[in-house]
């Protein structure tokens, strides 16, 4: 290996069908290109966005660097300093004992929770059970990620109880009757002498939050050697306390740099506390489907890494006044609208402002929910539709849910991101805020306007 490929075959490197690029349209399955994308206001990073400028420049340097070491030495060698250094800068970012740092990088964090589930199968060295909530917020791709990593021998050593989050017609279940359901799925787990590990999500798919910190720890205190925890952090949409504390709890945390941080996708990692050392894997280079070290994982990481930085430099004030504006020109627009509608969460007692809210839409006409196919054409018209002031507005992809009427529809997200939050802090006090509420209004009503345009 002489030389890494140009930046936008990097960002894509050891991907799979979700990032594989369309050849007529260069846009992969979540509707986003290796580059950077102007005139396009992205209220996607639930989901996917492009790539920032300035974290693109990042990966440049980063290539350069990297070609300028592949002349004089291994890449196998060169990809283990490189992601050496990638943890370190890491845990410098997010203030973390490196020295009791487990850290493994992954394509995704759906590898990451197949990591999870193998390493817990070594923790109790016995079947298992993994009791999670229901999958259409977290993705089925997880559950099936977290059964393949427990997988030995071609047959699978957990079993998964999935517990109701949401009521049929779609509104959030009460904290206390999640809870509860958590609770009794890992007290019958344990009376039939099964280990548990417990899936605990912080920021599903819809913004929710579950099952309850206190019910985790209570279960994982009480029988440490029967009860893991892994946070689904994948979102990464939490302070650095926050984190710092699940790892000192004993916890696994799977991370993504490339929802909010905005990296491209495959953009994964699997995290734990010094309590794991003695089961975690050995570092190995990932290698792409050629066998070529993976170098694409490292840059999109660099470009994670990059906006990480910058954005933890943003006094943690001013990250909640920005948060907070946004919230508020959120809960606002959707008042106006009569054709949307926030979907109700479950935050665990969290007050702090939120950056990810889903979106009902109802048909304007006969106030019924939206079809599955019609949420899917919504979205993406809105995608290409140019609105009145040269933008286009996108947001998150639709996730299945239950309607109002007891029919099955889905609903869309509006997210922040670090990249956007940033931007608003560059900007006057005021200016921030209006810019905030004009961007936001604009995605909503362009929303509406799109839906007013079904039959």
């Given at each position: ?8 075959r ?15 349209t ?16 992205e ?16 990966v440049?340097?980063f290539?350069?660097?990297i070609?300028?070491?592949?002349a ?8 283990q300093?490189?992601?050496r250094r ?17 850290w493994s ?12 589930s193998a ?39 957990a079993?998964?109880r ?6 049929l ?8 009757a ?14 039939e ?10 920021e ?16 994982t205190?009480?029988s ?6 892994l946070?689904?952090?994948?979102q990464?949409r939490?302070?650095?306390a ?8 004993g916890f696994?945390?799977a991370?993504?740099g490339s ?12 995290l ?32 994670a890494l ?15 006044r ?6 508020h020109?959120?809960m ?22 939120r950056?990810?809210?889903?979106i009902?839409?109802?048909h304007?006409?006969?106030g ?10 919504v979205y ?13 507005y996108?947001l ?22 670090a ?18 509420q ?18």
């Open positions: 290996m002489h030389k890494l490929d140009t930046i936008s990097l960002l894509v490197q050891g991907g799979d069908a979700r990032t594989t690029l369309a050849p007529d260069g846009v992969n399955r979540y509707g986003v290109s290796p580059g950077p994308r102007s005139g396009q206001v209220f996607s990073s639930s989901t996917a966005s492009h790539i920032a400028p300035q974290a693109w420049f990042a440049e340097r290539r350069t660097r070609n300028a070491d592949l004089q030495g291994c890449a196998a060698d060169l990809w300093r490189e992601e990638i943890r370190k800068a890491f845990a410098q970012i997010w203030q973390l004992d490196e020295a009791r740092l487990q990088l992954q394509r995704s964090g759906t590898h990451a929770h197949a990591l999870a390493l817990a199968y070594r923790k109790f060295g016995r079947p298992f059970r993994i009791v999670m909530g229901e999958f259409s917020e977290t993705g089925s791709q997880v559950s099936l990620a977290l059964l393949k990593g427990s997988r030995r021998n071609g047959e699978n050593m079993d998964i999935e517990v109701p989050v949401r009521n017609d779609g509104s959030a279940r009460s904290v206390k999640v809870d509860q359901d958590f609770y009794r799925a890992i007290a019958e787990a344990l009376a002498d099964l280990p548990v590990l417990v899936v605990r999500v912080a599903s798919k819809s913004g929710s939050i579950f099952p309850s910190l206190d019910l985790l720890r209570m279960f205190g009480r440490p050697g029967s009860v893991a925890g946070v689904d952090c994948a990464l939490c302070g650095a926050e984190l710092a504390d699940y790892l000192a709890a696994m945390v991370v993504t929802k909010f941080y905005g990296a491209p996708a495959f953009c994964g990692a699997l734990a506390g010094d309590q794991w050392q003695q089961a975690w894997p050995a570092a190995s280079v990932d290698v792409d489907e050629g066998g070529r070290p993976n170098f694409g994982l490292l840059a999109r990481w660099e470009a990059f906006t990480m930085s910058r954005f933890q430099r943003v006094p943690g004030e001013m990250r909640e920005i948060t907070g504006r946004f919230q020109a959120v606002q627009a959707t008042a106006e609208i009569g054709a949307v509608s926030l979907l109700d969460v479950i935050r665990d007692g969290r007050r702090e402002p950056s990810l809210f889903a009902r839409c109802t304007p006409g006969t019924r929910s939206l079809s599955h196919e019609e949420v899917d054409l993406r018209r809105m995608r290409e539709r140019e609105q009145g002031n040269g933008s286009r996108v998150g992809q639709p996730v299945a849910c239950g309607g109002k009427d007891y029919l099955r529809t889905q609903y869309l997200r509006l997210s922040l991101s990249h956007m939050l940033i931007d608003a802090c560059r900007l006057p006090d005021g200016d921030s805020e209006g810019w905030l004009s961007e936001v209004s604009f995605a909503l009503h362009a929303l509406n306007e799109e839906i007013a345009r079904l039959p």
